[in-house]
């Protein structure tokens, strides 16, 4: 779907707007994206992105990639995540969602909104609370190289006590992803100091971490803000 006008002057017109009608700037994102046919900003967001030169992933990842895809809220990390996975199902690789964050349900429902023959042919759905380093590991054993693994959300994963440090986790899922030929996807949160007044798109040094990991883990960084999307390789 064609936007009426470029993506920075919808973000322009959305400010304006929240300054008119003293309302959130979420909420006159959202208002603007339904004008445009879609139901909230977040999926104009996401769509917008995977319409970008860095939509197309899965071309792009080798195998023991390990990638970071960061954004703020609401600005298409999750979706370009499940939308990596789809691509990986089409292409008849292993693809496997691991999230702490949504249910089932809610999951195969954002999948569905990208692709409706997802409840047949889509990703697998993991919604464990165990869901860790050693489990993703466990649950993958044995998949084929080029399997595509996608982890809601990078900073969760070591959120309760019994779990190893992130820091742990990460040497874990690289040594794997290196060893077995997985590509792994992290998405990830970005700090809220992040301005895209300063810089259009977050980066490394944006991202949240409340528990340090070495950022040299990331074969591969995909930041998204507003639409906008860049894939790079971590040197």
């Known amino acids: 779907m064609r936007l009426s006008v470029p993506i920075y002057k919808l973000k322009r017109r959305a400010k304006l707007l929240a300054r008119g009608e003293k309302i959130s700037l979420h909420e006159a994102q959202d208002r603007i994206a339904r004008e445009e046919g879609f139901g909230a900003w977040s999926a104009l967001s996401a769509r917008m992105a995977t319409n970008s030169p860095a939509s197309a992933l899965l071309p792009r990842l080798a195998e023991g990639d390990m990638l970071l895809l960061g954004a703020r809220p609401g600005h298409g990390k999750t979706l370009m995540g499940l939308q990596l996975l789809l691509d990986a199902a089409r292409d008849e690789r292993r693809a496997v969602f691991f999230t702490l964050e949504y249910t089932d349900q809610e999951a195969l429902q954002r999948l569905r909104s990208l692709d409706d023959t997802a409840i047949r042919h889509g990703p697998e759905i993991i919604t464990s609370g165990?869901?860790?380093?050693?489990?993703?590991?466990r649950y993958l054993s044995g998949?084929?190289?080029?399997?595509?693994?996608?982890?809601d959300y990078l900073q969760i994963l070591d959120q309760q006590r019994s779990k190893p440090p992130l820091s742990e986790q990460m040497q874990v899922l690289s040594k794997f992803a290196r060893e077995n030929g997985t590509i792994l996807g992290f998405i990830s949160q970005i700090d809220r100091s992040f301005d895209p007044e300063r810089c259009p798109l977050p980066g490394l040094d944006d991202v949240r971490l409340p528990n340090p990991i070495p950022t040299g883990v990331f074969s591969k960084?995909?930041?998204l803000h507003a639409g906008e999307a860049r894939l790079q390789h971590v040197s």
């Open 130 to 137: 165990d869901i860790s380093a050693d489990f993703i590991v």
């Open 143 to 151: 998949s084929p190289r080029g399997t595509v693994a996608v982890i």
């Open 221 to 223: 960084t995909c930041f």
